[in-house]
């Protein structure tokens, strides 16, 4: 199981763009780099998944390098309310398991 | 999550009672996790089943056993809960509903709400 590597924690302000690396070593060759965020109280929730290069969607996007050994999440002008944790994991998303380890992921926190 | 749900939401309970938390999705997903929070460790998984009767160890399933014996239940015990077992439970579900990779399909973990214990 190919294990994460985070930052622990970043701050930035509203209407910046923050950017959160992950390395991920190991990951094999059937692996996929998702991103989820969790609020507390709540389970994480999906915001994005890719494999390789650029993927965007309405909320984020995702940087993933040719030799897939680092991902960046990027959160374009984010707001108070993105003040989350953010977990970057990979797995296989072949099969349909998705058997993988948590790290602890990155504490975003957005200030006025 | 809409289509995954975890009972009871809060529970306290005594040192040494048996507990025994609830999962139930109506996906028909063939993958579902049993996972720990606590504060400094993010989540840990504790056991995980692949399918109705299938199940495995996750990295800290001392303490805990789980049954499937339908596709959409499954249930984490606690035999004789310990303080060390105050936690948040998460519940997750990952896979197409036919087990077979679909090309494009968004896979990863759908997650319950997450059930609050307390072991006094």
């Known amino acids: 199981l190919a294990k994460t590597t985070q930052p622990i924690s970043m701050d930035s302000y509203e209407g910046q763009e923050v950017n959160i690396t992950c390395s991920h070593n190991?990951?094999?060759?059937?692996?996929?780099i998702t991103w989820y965020q969790q609020f507390p109280s709540q389970g994480p929730r999906f915001i994005i998944q890719?494999?390789?290069t650029k993927v965007t969607n309405e909320v984020a996007s995702l940087f993933i390098p040719a030799d897939r050994k680092s991902s960046t999440l990027s959160l374009p002008r984010v707001s108070l309310s993105d003040t989350a944790v953010y977990y970057c994991l990979v797995g296989d998303n072949g099969t349909g398991g998705f058997k993988t380890i948590f790290g602890a992921g990155t504490r975003l926190f957005v200030k006025a | 999550d809409a289509g995954i749900t975890q009972s009871p939401r809060h529970k306290v309970t005594e040192t040494g009672t048996p507990v025994t938390l609830r999962c139930h999705q109506t996906?028909?997903?063939?993958?579902m996790y049993w996972y720990r929070q606590d504060p400094g460790h993010g989540l840990r998984l504790i056991h995980y089943s692949y399918g109705v009767k299938d199940t495995d160890k996750g990295e800290v399933s001392d303490g805990y056993s789980v049954s499937r014996s339908k596709t959409e239940d499954f249930l984490l015990t606690l035999e004789s809960a310990t303080s060390s077992q105050t936690s948040v439970y998460f519940c997750?579900?990952?896979?197409?509903?036919?087990?077979?990779?679909?090309?494009?399909?968004?896979?990863?973990?759908?997650f319950g709400s997450g059930t609050r214990l307390t072991v006094v």
């Open positions: 996906e028909n997903h063939r993958y």
């Open positions: 997750a579900i990952s896979g197409t509903p036919t087990g077979v990779a679909i090309t494009g399909y968004r896979n990863g973990y759908t």
């Open positions: 890719g494999y390789k």
């Open positions: 190991n990951i094999a060759t059937n692996d996929y």
